[in-house]
């Protein structure tokens, strides 16, 4: 029998999984970036007292017009501010004052047989679609797909760690939607066989299966993190991928972002968060506008005293934030807030050598290697170690009955080897 690697998490989705998806329509004001991160020159087109409709571009990037950002509102631009944000870093952002925002006219809803690629690409990058399992443009993926080839496509909903439920929500909503967004993206990518990945529970996946059909969902195992999300035993259906296939993921959320910019002509504004934790007293998904700030977010859940601990992200690869003056944009999926006295500090202790890392690690490394090689600075013998394979998913460290904070340290152990071996190229130069 074939090796389970990873780790059991607790299982601390609900109630939100279970509750209807909140939606956040009311905010005085948003906080938007005139671009998310490039090299390119930024060129504002949106000024002081302004008045701007959803959907609008904030800027014209030049050579690089897909990381230019749109307006989740229509409102008045009222400021501008400069955040430290824990997804992008430093972004210059624009604060724009909220107004009522008139409905749009309905459009006739188009046949899926009229979008060529051509098409489906140029409406992925007008409405500005970012991938949230990533952060990742979405027509950038398109394009890479095109040119490099792409064996399987999946969309990645299995949402293995504790808290989130984000992509669940969706589903459950748009089930729908996301399976048709998902054959616009292979029709566009020239990819015939496709899925959407899951881990649920049997009464969740059998209502799911009804709505959308079994060829196009695909349980995978509880161990975190999930590395096969592609079926390669026997054939499922006419969507089984060989070995050698390519696979492309892409997230829920970036699936349905595409189905209402084809049929609805709707830009990439909203995203769906997951906002759990002990110090929210109704944890729960809310559909929120991006720009909407964790503050505004927070209370919006009910929470009225400020937590003592706010986590961007997830319970095991998430990033503690000391600010709630902080903008949600693509790729913020679970927002948690925890009081102090959940997360005492464990003692650690010296390794015992018991090799539950080991067996945890999913990309096959030895996590109690590495860190006994960088701590005796034997940077030389990283490499065989395979360090920089890495990826973080802080497995090791769940496991470890020492309490060793081992993926920091192999993620010390990977930035220090290289900064030798980068030394030593030198000195030979």
Same mark, same amino acid.
């Given at each position: ?7 059991? /998490? ?80 430093? %972004? ?16 006739? $809803? ?71 967004? @998902? ?11 496709? #899925? ?11 209502? %799911? ?21 592609? #079926? ?23 699936? /349905?972002? %595409? ?57 095991? $690869?998430? $990033? ?8 949600? @944009?693509?790729?913020?999926?679970? /927002? ?28 096959? /490394? ?15 013998? @990283?490499? &065989? ?22 993926? &920091? ?21």
């Amino acid at each position: 029998m074939a090796l389970k690697r990873g780790a059991r /998490l607790l299982f601390q989705k609900e109630p939100a999984i279970s509750l209807p998806t909140a939606e956040l329509n009311t905010l005085p004001q948003v906080i938007l970036p005139y671009a998310f991160p490039t090299d390119a020159t930024v060129i504002p087109t949106v000024h002081l007292y302004d008045t701007v409709r959803k959907g609008t571009r904030l800027s014209t990037v030049e050579d690089d017009p897909i990381s230019a950002v749109c307006s989740s509102v229509t409102g008045l631009v009222s400021g501008e501010r400069e955040i430290q944000h824990p997804l992008y870093g430093t %972004l210059s952002c624009v604060v724009i004052d909220c107004l009522p925002d008139n409905p749009t006219p309905e459009v006739p $809803t188009p046949a899926s047989e009229q979008f060529t690629p051509e098409y489906i690409l140029q409406a992925a990058k007008e409405a500005g679609i970012v991938d949230e399992l990533d952060g990742v443009p979405l027509s950038l993926k398109l394009q890479d797909w095109q040119t490099n080839g792409c064996g399987f496509l999946v969309v990645d909903a299995v949402e293995i760690e504790p808290f989130s439920s984000s992509a669940w929500a969706v589903l459950h909503d748009y089930a729908e939607q996301v399976l048709e967004g @998902l054959r616009m993206l292979a029709r566009c990518a020239g990819v015939t066989r496709y #899925h959407i990945a899951v881990c649920l529970s049997g009464a969740r996946r059998r209502a %799911l299966t009804l709505r959308i059909g079994k060829p196009f969902l695909y349980q995978t195992d509880s161990y975190y993190p999930v590395t096969d999300i592609v #079926h390669r035993g026997k054939k499922f259906g006419t969507h089984s991928a060989p070995h050698s296939a390519t696979v492309g993921r892409v997230g829920v959320q970036a699936c /349905l972002a %595409l189905y209402r910019a084809l049929f609805l002509s709707e830009p990439h504004s909203r995203c769906v968060v997951t906002v759990a934790g002990d110090a929210v007293p109704q944890p729960q998904n809310v559909s929120v506008p991006f720009g909407a700030t964790l503050q505004q977010l927070l209370e919006f859940c009910d929470v009225s005293d400020l937590p003592d601990y706010v986590i961007v992200g997830e319970q095991m $690869t998430g $990033t503690a934030v000391s600010s709630l003056d902080i903008p949600v @944009l693509p790729g913020m999926t679970c /927002l948690l807030a925890f009081s102090t006295k959940t997360l005492r500090t464990p003692a650690t202790y010296s390794c015992v050598g018991c090799g539950r890392c080991a067996q945890s690690c999913h990309a096959g /490394l030895l996590p109690f290697e590495i860190v006994r090689r960088h701590q005796n600075m034997h940077y030389e013998r @990283l490499s &065989s170690l395979r360090a920089d394979e890495c990826d973080g998913c802080n497995a090791c460290s769940f496991v470890c009955p020492s309490g060793i904070p081992l993926a &920091s340290i192999v993620e010390e152990a990977k930035a220090a080897s290289g900064a030798v071996f980068l030394d030593m190229e030198d000195s030979h130069a």
